[in-house]
């Protein structure tokens, strides 16, 4: 939250080269809700991210389209 696209996008990109190295299987990213730029170009890396099996919004009780679970595989 609160960074350009760019940044958060490369941030995104070492969080899940770590998560991976990590053997980690599920991470959660907050980007907030906001105008949903963010969300979307963070969803547009997932999508084409080879070690990504698929993500999805968290549940609304705890924060709903504005933290993206990333299910690794």
Sequence with gaps: RGQRVDE???????FLDEAVSYGMSTVRILHGTG???LRQSIRELLSDHPHVASYEDERADLGGAG??????G
Excluded at 8 to 14: D, E, H, M, P, Q
Excluded at 67 to 72: R, Y
């Design 8 to 14: 958060a996008l490369r941030a995104v990109t070492g």
């Design 35 to 37: 105008t949903g730029a």
């Design 67 to 72: 933290i993206t679970i990333v299910h690794i």
